[in-house]
């Protein structure tokens, strides 16, 4: 298992700029992929950005172009760079964790999550 704990929410105005961040602990050679998720008042969780051990990197259309997942090499930190921020963004944010591991002979697959980071753009 690992632990999550995001940090860097606020209250922005629009067009301006944040960077969350997700402090890893834990097994972290388990990982085998990390995101960010968003949720708003009264919608589902959705996907944000993702970034896999291999290297890629998938952003949802809807933060193309102005938000940016980044990570260390170690899975120590996971960020979030977002800029060009819109009331739209206005959400709880969360930090995921994919893990695969065995137990015994057999395999697990789960996912850890942050308690999330709230996320205000408002004039």
């Known amino acids: 298992q690992v632990q999550l704990v995001e940090s860097g929410g606020g209250v922005v105005q629009p067009g301006g700029s944040l960077r969350l961040s997700c402090a890893v602990s834990g097994n972290t050679f388990s990982i085998t992929a990390m995101g960010w998720h968003r949720q708003a008042p009264g919608k589902e969780r959705e996907l944000v950005a993702q970034?896999?051990?291999?290297?890629?990197?998938n952003h949802a259309d809807s933060v193309k172009g102005r938000f940016a997942i980044q990570r260390d090499g170690a899975w120590n930190t996971v960020w979030l760079q977002m800029n060009n921020l819109k009331p739209e963004d206005t959400a709880v944010y969360y930090c995921?964790?994919?893990?695969?591991?065995?137990?015994?002979?057999?395999?697990?697959?789960?996912?850890?999550w942050g308690q999330g980071t709230r996320v205000t753009v408002s004039s």
């Open positions: 970034i896999f051990k291999s290297g890629t990197i």
């Open positions: 995921s964790a994919d893990l695969y591991y065995t137990s015994g002979d057999a395999p697990v697959v789960a996912r850890s």
